[in-house]
Every structure is written in C-alpha cells, then in structure tokens.
C-alpha cells in the first residue's frame, strides 16, 4: 500500500487514542440512578461513546437533541462527566508505544478532537498526552468535524502544509473531515466505530490496532 510519507499524524481522541467510554457511560448512569432507573448495559452504550451527550442520552432515555428535555439533561450529563472524568479511562493497548516510536521517528503527533475544550483541557494531561504538537477541541474553531477547520487549525499549529499530515480517526465524521482537508486518512478499526463499518469509509487505510500504523509507515 503507497501512501505518502507524513510529517506529522493527528489522532481523533476518544476511541482512538483513549477509551474513554467508561466514564462516559457512567455519567449517564448516573442521571439514570438519581432518577431510581437501574443502569443502561454498558455494551449498549460504549458502540456510543464517539456521539458524546446526543448518543448517550438518547440510548439512555430515549431523548434527542430538539425535545423539551434534552438540554438540562446535556448539562447534567456534562457536569457529571466532568466530575469523573479520568477514573476508569485509559489508552488503548499500544497507543504509547506508537506515540514514543512517532517521537523516536522524529514525527510530530497531535489530537483533533470534538469533545469541548473544557474536558480535552482537563483530560489530556491525566491520561499522559500532555506532549501533544498540539490539541483541537470541538469549540477551538467555529466547526467541529466532519468540517475539514478543525484540522487545518491543527496544521497550521504546527507549521505543516495539511498534505503532509495523516489524520487518523474511529468515526465516518473523522475520515470525512481528514479528507476534506486534504490530509490521507486512516480508519482506526480498534475505536467505538459508531454503527458504521470502517471499510466502507473510504478511508485511505484501515488499522485494527494501533501498532499497525507503524507497519503503514513501514511499507510505504
């Protein structure tokens, strides 16, 4: 496979770079618990965990953004979120050793994100990527991915023309943005992938762990 060599790699965050449904998913149950509902499974609610609030809440109670209720349980769920937010949230298998092999490689990696600035902000430096090249949430531009802003922000960041960047992300909304930015993008078939199968993405490349990235900029 012949993809062009990066100068950089960006990561989507949760479900790429952390497995951060966990605390997601309890936040949720914990709205449900006050309310005297026994708990949503968690296998039902981590396929949901990239959707954020508007997944959680809505596989959780049945609510959609647009409902009468929908944003006082947002901010519920949000405050309960940032409460706990790094309790049970870890890296992916192999997400440190790929970091440290970019940094050996002298690569810049950073994280493109859609989760609001006042989590990423509190989040990152816990779970051990405080040596982001740089960090993008969903409020640091006007647009959040699938809009190709977020990711031209995170190039320009770092002083690389978006060419010369992969972008590699576990949702369809990733692989669009990273290709409306004209970056190559790597479907992260280890992540929460939404409903949605990787491979039909279209994608540039598919990893199904975090080490084979390092075998895509081998073979290239």
């Not at 991915?145 to 990733?174: F, M, N």
């Amino acid at each position: 496979m012949h993809l062009p060599a990066p100068h950089a790699i960006l990561f989507d965050l949760d479900g790429t770079l952390a497995d951060t449904a966990p605390d997601l998913a309890a936040a949720v149950n914990r709205m449900r618990n006050v309310r005297g509902l026994a708990p949503t499974p968690y296998e039902q609610l981590r396929p949901l965990a990239s959707a954020g609030a508007r997944g959680l809440i809505g596989a959780a109670f049945g609510i959609a953004p647009g409902d009468a209720e929908f944003e006082a349980m947002r901010s519920e769920f949000l405050d309960n979120y940032a409460a706990a937010i790094a309790i049970h949230t870890r890296l992916f298998d192999g997400i440190d050793e790929l970091l440290q092999e970019l940094t050996d490689a002298g690569l810049q990696w950073g994280i493109v994100t859609n989760k609001p600035a006042r989590f990423t902000d509190a989040l990152v430096p816990l779970i051990g990527l405080g040596d982001a090249a740089c960090v993008i949430s969903g409020d640091t531009t006007p647009h959040a991915k699938p809009h190709p802003q977020p990711l031209l922000e995170a190039a320009g960041r770092i002083g690389l023309a978006s060419t010369a960047c992969w972008y590699v992300g576990d949702d369809l909304r990733d692989i669009q943005a990273g290709r409306a930015a004209g970056m190559t993008t790597i479907g992260a078939g280890w992540g929460y992938c939404g409903n949605i199968e990787p491979a039909t993405w279209a994608a540039d490349a598919l990893a199904a762990h975090p080490l084979q990235l390092l075998e895509l900029l081998k073979a290239r």
